[in-house]
C-alpha cells in the first residue's frame, strides 16, 4: 500500500506488507544505519554495508563522526541512499548524519518502534545529544517512510505503550478518525492507526516545518513537564509525556483555564488505550518539578504550556518559571 500526502515538503509514506516485501524493495546499493538490537532480521545485508548503531547512547558527535568517515569509506555520493532502520534514537541519529553528509544525502527512514512510526520518523526533525539530549539537529526529512508493522510483533508492552501516548496526543489535539479510535479504545497498531497518526503528525508539520511559526507547538502538549519527567526517572519518552499531559492538564485546571477538558478524563482515555501514567507519584515527587526549567521552548523566564479546550481545541497559557514552580508544589 502507498499513500501520498500533500504536504510542503515532499515525504512518500509506504506500508510494506512484510520484512520480505521490505527487503526486496531495499536497493542494491543502498547504506543502511541499523540498531544494533535488530541487525538480525538483515543477514542478507554485507557487513560493510552496514552502520551498526547501539541505540541512545550512541546518538552522539563522537558516533557521528564514525558514520561520516565510513560513509566516505564507502564511497557514498549525495545520491546514495541512507536507510535508517531502528527506533526513534537511530532515525534521529542516521538523519542528522544523512544531513551533513555533503550537506545533505538521499535519506529513507524504516521506523521499527511504535513511536518512531508516529512520531520520531515522521516531521523532519534529526538530532543528537550534546551535553544534553536533542540539543543539536537539523530538518531534513527522508525521501521516503517505509512502515513495516511486523517489526511490532518483537515490541514489549512499555515500549508499545510509549507509541501508544503519543497517539493518543495526537488524537485528542486534533479530533477526527483518530479521536474516534482513541475513545472506542480501538487497536491503534493497525496500518490504518498509524497512517491516521502520521496524517495528523504531517498535517501539522507542513505548516510549519522549521518550526518557526508556532504551528507545531500543540505537539508540545504534555512535553514540559514529560521531558522533565523523562529526564528525572529515565521513562520511556512516551510515557513520560503521557504523565505530563494528565500533569499539564492538571496544571491547567489549577491556573483557571476556564472550559478544559477534564484531566481526569485525558488519564482515563490513555488507560483505555494502554497508557498507565501514575500521575499521584509525580504529584507527590519534586525532583522532576526542578527539572521544567529545562524547557527547549522557553522563553527567557516564560514557559508557554498547551493544554486541551476540548477534543481537537487547544489552548495555550504563557507564564513565569517561577509562577509555574510555585503552582506545581500545590499541584493536588
Ligand atoms: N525527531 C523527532 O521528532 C522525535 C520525536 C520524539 C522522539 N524522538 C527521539 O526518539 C527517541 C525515542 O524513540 P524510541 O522510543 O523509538 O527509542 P529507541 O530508538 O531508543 O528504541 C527503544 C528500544 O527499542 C529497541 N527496538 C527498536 N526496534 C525494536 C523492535 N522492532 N523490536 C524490539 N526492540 C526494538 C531499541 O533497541 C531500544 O532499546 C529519543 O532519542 C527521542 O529523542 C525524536
Redesign the pocket.
Known amino acids: 500500500m502507498e499513500i501520498h500526502l500533500q504536504v510542503s515538503f515532499s515525504s512518500r509514506l509506504t506500508f510494506s506488507a512484510s520484512l520480505a516485501e521490505l527487503k526486496g524493495r531495499l536497493g542494491g546499493d543502498s547504506l543502511f544505519v541499523i540498531?544494533s538490537?535488530?541487525v538480525h532480521l538483515f543477514p542478507d545485508i554485507p557487513a560493510e554495508r552496514i552502520f551498526l548503531f547501539n541505540?541512545?547512547k550512541e546518538?552522539d558527535f563522537e558516533t557521528v563522526g564514525r558514520c561520516l568517515t565510513w560513509l566516505l569509506s564507502c564511497g557514498a555520493t549525495r545520491q546514495t541512499k541512507l536507510v535508517a532502520v531502528?527506533?526513534?534514537?537511530?532515525t534521529?541519529f542516521a538523519a542528522f548524519a544523512a544531513s551533513v553528509f555533503h550537506r545533505g544525502m538521499r535519506l529513507v527512514m524504516v521506523p521499527?518502534?511504535l513511536?518512531?512510526m508516529v512520531?520520531?520518523a515522521v516531521?523532519g526533525?534529526?538530532?543528537v545529544n550534546l551535553a544534553a539530549?536533542?540539543t543539536v539537529g537539523s530538518f531534513y526529512p527522508a525521501e521516503e517512510i517505509v512502515i513495516v508493522r511486523e517489526?511490532?510483533s518483537?515490541?514489549g508492552p512499555v515500549?508499545k505503550a510509549?507509541g501508544k501516548a503519543e497517539m493518543v496526543k495526537l488524537a485528542l489535539i486534533r479530533g477526527g478518525e483518530l479521536a474516534r479510535k482513541v475513545l472506542r479504545g480501538d487497536d491503534l497498531t493497525t496500518d490504518e492507526s498509524i497512517r491516521l497518526a502520521i496524517k495528523e503528525k504531517l498535517e501539522i508539520v507542513s505548516e510549519d516545518l522549521t518550526d518557526t511559526l508556532g504551528k507545531r507547538i500543540v505537539l508540545n502538549w504534555g512535553h514540559t513537564f514529560g521531558h522533565a519527567i523523562e529526564h528525572a526517572y529515565g521513562l520511556?519518552?512516551?510515557l513520560a509525556v503521557a504523565a505530563g499531559m494528565v500533569l499539564e492538564q492538571r496544571w491547567a485546571e489549577k491556573a483557571g483555564a476556564c472550559d478544559l477538558f477534564p484531566s481526569e478524563k485525558v488519564e482515563y482515555l490513555l488507560a483505555l488505550n494502554g497508557v498507565g501514567t501514575d500521575t499521584r507519584t509525580y504529584i507527590e515527587d519534586n525532583l522532576w518539578k526542578k527539572l521544567v526549567f529545562m524547557d527547549k521552548k522557553r522563553e527567557f523566564e516564560k514557559i508557554s504550556i498547551v493544554y486541551l479546550v476540548d477534543l481537537g481545541k487547544t489552548g495555550i497559557i504563557c507564564r513565569d518559571l517561577n509562577d509555574i514552580l510555585k503552582d506545581l508544589e500545590d499541584l493536588r
Open positions: 540498531d538490537s535488530i541505540g541512545e546518538k531502528g527506533g526513534g534514537a537511530t534521529d521499527t518502534t513511536l518512531s512520531d520520531s516531521g526533525k534529526t538530532a539530549k536533542n517489526f511490532l518483537t515490541l515500549e510509549s520511556p519518552h512516551g
